[in-house]
C-alpha cells in the first residue's frame, strides 16, 4: 500500500521545454489536486479533480495543464516552462471531499533555469 | 472565496516550552478546519482536525481551539519537543471540497 506517489522526485529543465508529472494513489480516493510550494506562500492550489474524467482551475492554474484519465492517476504537465515555474510540487488525495483529510505525496522539485 | 491568515510566520522556543499558532479565516461557511505538520524535504501530513460544532479538541500534547464568532482557531503545543520542529499549517474549508491553506509557520525548538 504505496498511499500517494510522484514521479519524479527531482527535475532540472531549461527554458520553453515540457514536461509532465505524475501523481499516482492506491487509495481509491476520488478527489485528486496538484499544489505549488514556494517560499512564504503556503500551498497554492492549481488544478483539481473531483473524479475520473473531470478537472477544474484552481488559485494559479496559468501555464499548467492536467488530466485525469484514470481514477488512480492524476497528470500536471507543463508545455513550455518558465523560471517562475520553478517550485516544489505536490499532490494531494482526499476520499470524499471538504470534510475530509488530505493525503500528500511526497513531492517534486522542480527547477526550470 | 475563502482567505485565511496565519501568524506567526517563524516561532521559537526551548523545549518544553508551549506553542500556539494563529489562524483566521474570512468565509463564515467554513466548517472544517485541519492542522497540517510538514518536515523536512516531506509532503504535509494531517496531526489534528476540528468541525464547527466542536469548540476544542485534544490529542495528547496538541490541541485546537474554535472560536465561529471571531471566526479564529489555534494550534496549541504542550511540553514541545526537538522532533516538533516542522512548518505548519492550518486549513479552512466548508461548502466546496477545496481547503484554503494559511501560509505556514515555522516552528524551531531548541534543545
Known amino acids: 500500500n504505496a498511499g500517494v506517489t510522484q514521479t519524479p522526485k527531482f527535475r532540472v529543465l531549461k527554458t520553453g521545454q515540457s514536461m509532465t508529472l505524475l501523481c499516482a494513489q492506491d487509495m481509491n480516493h476520488e478527489y485528486m489536486y496538484w499544489y505549488r510550494q514556494d517560499p512564504g506562500m503556503g500551498l497554492r492550489l492549481i488544478h483539481y479533480s473531483v473524479g475520473e474524467g473531470t478537472t477544474a482551475k484552481g488559485e494559479v492554474p496559468d501555464g499548467y495543464n492536467v488530466s485525469r484519465l484514470k481514477k488512480q492517476n492524476f497528470l500536471l504537465g507543463l508545455e513550455s516552462a518558465a523560471p517562475s515555474q520553478t517550485s516544489v510540487y505536490f499532490c494531494a488525495t482526499t476520499l470524499l471531499g471538504s470534510y475530509n483529510e488530505q493525503f500528500f505525496g511526497p513531492g517534486t522539485r522542480l527547477t526550470v533555469l | 472565496g475563502e482567505n485565511v491568515e496565519q501568524h506567526p510566520s517563524t516561532l521559537s522556543v526551548q523545549e518544553g516550552d508551549s506553542a500556539v499558532i494563529k489562524c483566521t479565516y474570512s468565509d463564515s461557511a467554513s466548517n472544517y478546519f485541519p492542522w497540517y505538520k510538514q518536515e523536512l524535504g516531506k509532503g504535509p501530513q494531517l496531526i489534528i482536525d476540528i468541525r464547527s460544532n466542536v469548540g476544542e479538541k485534544k490529542d495528547q500534547r496538541i490541541a485546537v481551539t474554535l472560536n465561529k464568532t471571531a471566526k479564529h482557531f489555534s494550534l496549541h503545543i504542550t511540553e514541545t519537543q526537538p522532533e516538533d520542529s516542522a512548518v505548519y499549517f492550518c486549513?479552512?474549508?466548508?461548502?466546496?471540497?477545496?481547503?484554503?491553506f494559511g501560509r505556514g509557520t515555522s516552528l524551531i525548538v531548541h534543545p
Open positions: 486549513a479552512a474549508s466548508g461548502g466546496s471540497y477545496i481547503p484554503t
